[in-house]
């Protein structure tokens, strides 16, 4: 396993755990440098300059683990820097990547409904929408716009209340109907990352 470096981290997902009272908030890694990174939160208002976290973010194959301490607050940006060693540990998670502004379609059976996509990885997609999925559901998804969109299906691994929105967040594992369609997803995922045959 190659040496964690934080500047391969942009763009994936986040959990952060605050060691004063050990409460969590989830983003997204917006910005690196060699020492300081930037998160994009949905909550930030109990979080204060000098607080120590615990970072986590997934990148192909392997969990980064960021001792950090809060260097700055704005509006729904955090500012860390890194407060000790960076380390990383082999994972069975896969990455996952922001996605805004790409249209997403689900249907389920024959009927149409409205949701958010939030996230991609190698072989899901996070999404919100406003009704309750149940879970195993089976669902079809075309994702991207009408001339290169990738359809295929996939089945509800969770769905949550979001109690901030009154949405759900929902969790789609993708099953790829054949090679081509496992390729055309890949094309969708930040540049260097490979997705393995399953």
């Not at 934080?6 to 409460?23: F, I, N, V």
């Not at 940006?77 to 060693?85: D, F, M, P, R």
């Not at 997609?125 to 075309?142: M, Q, S």
Request: proline letters at 4%; aromatic letters at 6%; a negative charge.
């Amino acid at each position: 396993m190659k040496e964690p470096n934080l500047t391969e981290l942009s763009g994936t997902r986040c959990r952060l755990q605050r060691l004063s009272d050990m409460k969590f908030f989830a983003g997204w890694i917006q910005s690196t440098s060699d020492r300081t990174y930037r998160v994009e939160l949905t909550d930030n208002k109990d979080l204060a300059p000098g607080q120590l976290l615990h970072c986590e973010a997934t990148t192909d194959g392997c969990t980064v683990l960021i001792p950090s301490v809060v260097v700055g607050v704005m509006d729904k940006a955090l500012h860390l820097a890194t407060a000790g060693e960076v380390r990383s540990h082999a994972s069975g998670q896969e990455p996952r990547y922001a996605m805004r502004d790409v249209k997403l379609r689900l249907f389920d059976e024959d009927t149409e409904f409205d949701a958010q996509i939030l996230d991609i990885s190698a072989n899901g997609i996070g999404f919100k929408c406003t009704e309750p999925l149940r879970r195993f559901a089976r669902l079809k998804v075309c994702l991207g716009n009408l001339e290169s969109a990738v359809e295929s299906a996939g089945n509800v691994m969770y769905c949550r209340a979001d109690q901030s929105t009154g949405d759900y967040r929902v969790g789609l594992r993708i099953e790829f109907p054949d090679r081509l369609t496992r390729a055309r997803w890949q094309q969708l995922l930040p540049t260097g990352t490979n997705i393995e045959a399953a």
